[in-house]
């Protein structure tokens, strides 16, 4: 009996050596677990029992043993069951806070991820526990463009704690500012040829705005790819971090002028071991425009086809009834401009010349007959083999100078017509044809 009574008074010297006040922190031992709750011993006289769900992580496995010490709050000691609810959740929530009002009281940056967009701002999660971010507050100047930041892991400041309404309010805006906080600071982050990263905030026609913490830098599409594009979209995404490098800071506007390929080799400078003017070789149709198409000829370098280098026949073909974009074809370089950085190629003179081809299948004095495409002031044009055209001049039409016009209104478009080759000129692609050298009027 007296040693009961010994143990009695030693476990309530115990006890009285516990903030027993609802709501306070104590260390317990997991002694069970079990299929919906686990069974803790905090030292008292009865057994606490707290929900499974409360010590799973986020992936939804257990993170505790039997034998573990947890810090656990007390809730309700000895409960009409004469059980003692305890909660490790609230616990967790309690030190948590008591970290964020300290970081509060000493103006400390503390990391959170942007979680999604509420009404007149985001949600931030700082040590499991939400916040709230103004939208006021998310950049140093107001800004319409908040997209970029979602879903990414940002520096805040606490600027506000109320821990009965469960409320913390956030700034950016603060951080910003004091990372930049005065000119000298700013120029000197900022200089030429500096590598920085930052995440895009908006894209334009013509470039990106990236965030650079504090000051928006300007990526202009020229200077995004080696290669010609024809909007940042190809290539960029609003809220991807990037990496840049600063052109220009200019400390009067305060504007900066960033690049993202000139992180690159500059392809150019392996264009004459690359490329030989007169070489033909095989590229990708990477863009079409009314004048021309581009393409890819690899280590990004792209050439330009004319529409008049496209086709021998059709000067001015709409160049989408010739290629698609994707296209593998072949082409010759034609000229190499060095100071305007500019590689012009040819798409038909890697195709058969229907020019010279006629004028190895044809010869002067020889007598043909061919169908009229044709007729204009000047003459009459015929169609010739290989898809080319042949014109009948005017002069060469009857010999009576006085009876021309009313001699070229004899014929009509569709009519075959006999003529003789005068003159075949491959290279100016002229084929020039007569009717009253036939000894006809």
Known sequence: MEAQSEFEI??????????????????????????????????????????KNQFLDVSGKLEIEIGDQVEVTLDVIEDGYGETIM???????TKVWSELESIQNSQEIIEGKVCGKVKGGFTVELMNIKAFLPGSLVDVRPTKETDYIEGKVLEFKIIKMDKVRNNIVLSRKAV???Q??????VAEKYTEGKKVTGFIKNLTDYGAFIDLGGIDGLLHITDISWKRINHP???LRVGDEIEVIVLKFDTEKNRVSLGMKQLLDDPWDK??????????YNGIVANIADYGVFVDLGDNVEGLVRTSELN?????????KVVNLGDEIQVKVIEIDNEKRRVSLSHKQCLDNPWSEFAENNNKGDIITSQIKSITDFGIFVGLDGGIDGLIHITDITASEDNQEEAIRSYKKGDDVQSIILSIDSERERVSLGIKQLGQD
Not at 11 to 24: A, E, H, Q, R, V
Not at 271 to 280: F, N, R, T, W, Y
Not at 312 to 320: D, L, R, S
């Open 176 to 178: 910003l500012m004091d």
């Open 312 to 320: 021998w026949t059709n000067k001015n073909i709409n160049p989408n």
């Open 87 to 93: 909660s490790r959740e609230k616990a967790k929530r």
């Open 10 to 51: 030693l476990f309530n010297d115990s006890i009285d050596k516990l903030d027993m006040t609802p709501g306070s922190i104590v260390s317990a031992t997991v002694i069970e677990i079990r299929n919906d709750y686990v069974v803790i011993n905090a030292g008292l006289k009865s057994e606490g029992i707290i929900p």
């Open 271 to 280: 264009i004459p071991e690359k490329l030989e003017v007169g070489s033909s």
């Open 233 to 235: 979209s190809e290539l």
């Open 180 to 185: 930049n906080s005065s000119p000298e600071e």
